[in-house]
């Protein structure tokens, strides 16, 4: 059962064998609908045609999706796209083997019992393009590595936030990193799962996630920094534990510091899967006051950390990242620091601007508009604070989202860096590859030795 669950999804033999069984089914799905007892004209205009309605139907319903409902407020990856394509042109010729085989005439000529045959043979060859292409939409966001990602299970696993690691049972922090002495031997960092309550916002938010570093187990404890982090949207805190392989850059930034590393915690601004909240308090909901309030108390009052705010930062991918960004320009009291990964230039529910505003502020453009990172950027000084910009150099709308904001943000006195992540889009991987130079770039702001 654990090789199972060890499976990985992304590389290795699991992708090799569905890349082959992928071949060996669109062939076959060619063969019996456009090929088979075909001249090679007509069979030319079957691919031609199925291909060509493959790519409207796909673009027929993103653009629905994008404009039309609005379920995602930018539009898809091309590569998504493209092997949505495939998986839809599959499905086709599996409709056309099957009018094939069943249709009117047909099964004159046919025994029932090869067309039942058959029609076996042609649907698992249209899953084989399915799952292959569903794995390589997972590939593209880097979300889910192995079995266990996918299924939760790993997840599912950790344990709750015990009374032990707690501010209460712990006693009161060393005065600050430059006095502690980090002792010879320390244990790995542990991730806890937990429930933060919407005190002051009446909130409801799924359950967080807390990394407590190394030196979280030393006696006395230090007072460490704090590193609050947002999943993108749709998504969830665990993404971060499973796309953003937290506690394995965390673990390895703490191995190269004594210890140390920051306390990170994992929260939901958005309390379901498909929820949206903008991150704002608004007419959907009172995330900013959970963020900015019932977040920073709970911590606070809860955990050994530093309550410092200079010692505190917010972090995020894609809607996350958009997030970290209007906490640290709405809330620079209380977030210091940012870390946006793929962030959006504003907080967004749909491609058009008016369909947010609409829903969130009842069509105040002016309401929306002063709660902007780019409007607060423009009319405040953030000196003394910093943001660590990252998005994949194979997302262009999102590189073009950091260069403004990254723009506005030195503009605004922020200590500013940026980078392009190599071969990344808009996936997982960039949070994942990026949060190594944003740790570092946090431990020069915090004072963490190397």
């Not at 079995?147 to 709750?160: E, H, K, N, W, Y």
Request: aromatic share 10%; glycine share 10%; proline share 7%.
């Amino acid at each position: 059962m654990d090789f199972i669950e060890d499976l990985r999804l992304v590389d290795g033999p699991a992708v090799w064998v569905a890349w082959a069984a992928a071949a060996a089914g669109m062939a076959y799905l060619l063969w019996r609908a456009a090929f088979r007892r075909r001249r090679p004209g007509p069979a030319a205009v079957v691919v031609v045609a199925v291909s060509l309605l493959a790519v409207a139907l796909v673009a027929a319903v993103h653009w629905l999706l994008i404009y039309g409902i609005s379920v995602f407020p930018d539009e898809l990856p091309g590569e998504t796209l493209a092997w949505s394509v495939s998986a839809v042109g599959a499905l086709l010729l599996w409709l056309l083997c099957l009018v094939g085989l069943w249709g009117r005439g047909r099964s004159r000529t046919t025994p029932w019992r090869s067309a039942a045959a058959a029609t076996v043979m042609a649907t698992a060859a249209f899953l084989a393009v399915l799952v292959l292409s569903a794995v390589q939409i997972n590939i593209y966001f880097g979300l889910n590595h192995t079995v266990a990602d996918l299924t939760g299970t790993a997840v599912a696993r950790i344990q709750p936030l015990e009374a032990g690691l707690t501010r209460a049972a712990g006693g009161p922090p060393a005065t600050g990193l430059a006095e502690w002495d980090a002792p010879a031997e320390l244990p790995d960092g542990v991730i806890r799962r937990t429930v933060i309550p919407g005190t002051v916002s009446g909130f409801q938010s799924r359950e967080a996630y807390v990394y407590l570093p190394p030196a979280y187990f030393s006696s006395p404890r230090p007072a460490l920094p704090v590193l609050v982090l947002f999943s993108g949207q749709p998504g969830g805190p665990a993404d971060w534990l499973v796309g953003g392989a937290l506690r394995s850059r965390l673990d390895r930034f703490a191995a190269e510091h004594a210890g140390v590393a920051p306390v990170a915690v994992v929260v939901d601004p958005n309390g379901s899967a498909s929820g949206n909240t903008l991150c704002m308090d608004s007419r959907i909901a009172r995330a900013d006051t959970f963020l900015a309030r019932d977040v920073p108390d709970w911590i606070n009052r809860t955990l050994d950390v530093d309550p410092d705010p200079r010692q505190w930062a917010a972090g995020g991918f894609s809607f996350g990242g958009t997030c970290a960004m209007q906490m640290v320009t709405r809330h620079p009291d209380v977030y210091s620091s940012a870390l946006a990964f793929s962030s959006e230039a504003e907080p967004a529910l749909a491609k058009e601007r008016e369909k947010t505003i609409q829903a969130s502020f009842g069509g105040d453009t002016a309401a929306f508009h002063r709660l902007t990172p780019l409007h607060l950027m423009a009319e405040t000084r953030f000196d003394g604070h910093g943001v660590y910009f990252a998005a994949g150099d194979h997302d262009p709308e999102f590189t073009g989202y950091m260069d403004v904001l990254s723009d506005a943000a030195r503009h605004a006195g922020f200590m500013v860096e940026t980078r392009r992540i190599a071969n990344a889009g808009h996936s997982w991987d960039t949070a994942a590859s990026g949060l190594p130079g944003g740790l570092d770039f946090l431990a020069r702001r915090w004072g963490i030795p190397g």
